[in-house]
């Protein structure tokens, strides 16, 4: 059974770096052909893709966004994580993370506000 | 990045109606498309994928079709569980894109 779990801070202040977590199971990020993507969405508004990640380390990013991403995972292959430096009230979405190409896997989502 | 192009914005329609949701992408994405279902406070449900294949689990009504630059969702026989927010996404190339989403009533 695939389960997907994203977490993260909640809530930050403008500036500030936002890392995001996402862990699963039911699948080894070691085999070939998996990818984590991150997802987010604002509140009413439709889905964006910002990162994923693939088995064999590869990295891919929005363009819009890339200065501002990093997409990493853990040396065990359950865990991904993405950090997104200079927050601002623009970044106030929820964040999925995703088992890719298309996303037949979601987490749950976490709400990520920027306020100050 | 390629543009995805969803239409129409919002959708009404009575029990039993069939329905259909369009999607237009900038440049040929060779049946790299995928169609969600999201209900209100969810995440997004995956119903098709491969522009046409029916994910597991998800009722016969549901259809996709298309190739190219247009591609379709049709949902027969709309019931009242279809009450939802419908987005396409296209896979072929990276960044991978979502479409700006349909929001279905029933009348």
């Known amino acids: 059974q695939v389960t997907l779990k994203e977490s993260g801070p909640g809530m930050l202040q403008p500036s500030k770096t936002l890392s995001l977590t996402c862990s699963f199971s039911?699948?080894?990020?070691?085999?070939?052909?998996?990818?984590v993507s991150w997802i987010r969405q604002p509140s009413g508004k439709s889905l964006e893709w910002l990162a994923a990640?693939?088995?064999?380390?590869?990295?891919y990013y929005n363009p819009s966004l890339k200065s501002r991403l990093t997409v990493s995972k853990d040396t065990s292959n359950t865990q991904v994580f993405l950090k997104i430096t200079s927050v601002d009230t623009a970044d106030t979405a929820t964040y999925y993370c995703?088992?890719?190409?298309?996303?037949?896997?979601w987490g749950q989502g976490t709400l990520v506000t920027v306020s100050s | 990045d390629i543009q995805m192009t969803q239409s129409p914005a919002s959708l009404s329609a009575s029990l039993g109606e069939t329905v259909t949701i369009e999607c237009r992408a900038s440049e040929d994405i060779y049946n790299g498309l995928a169609w969600y279902q999201q209900k209100p406070g969810k995440s997004p449900q995956l119903l098709i994928y491969?522009?046409?294949s029916l994910h597991t689990g998800v009722p016969s009504r549901f259809s996709g079709s298309g190739s190219g630059t247009q591609y379709s969702l049709k949902i027969n026989s709309l019931q009242s569980e279809d009450v939802a927010s419908y987005f396409c996404?296209?896979?072929?190339?990276?960044?991978?894109?979502f479409g700006s989403g349909t929001k279905l009533e029933i009348k």
């Open positions: 996404q296209q896979y072929y190339d990276y960044p991978f894109t």
């Open positions: 990640i693939d088995w064999d380390g590869d990295k």
């Open positions: 491969n522009a046409n």
């Open positions: 039911g699948f080894s990020l070691s085999t070939s052909g998996m990818v």
């Open positions: 995703a088992r890719s190409n298309w996303f037949a896997y």
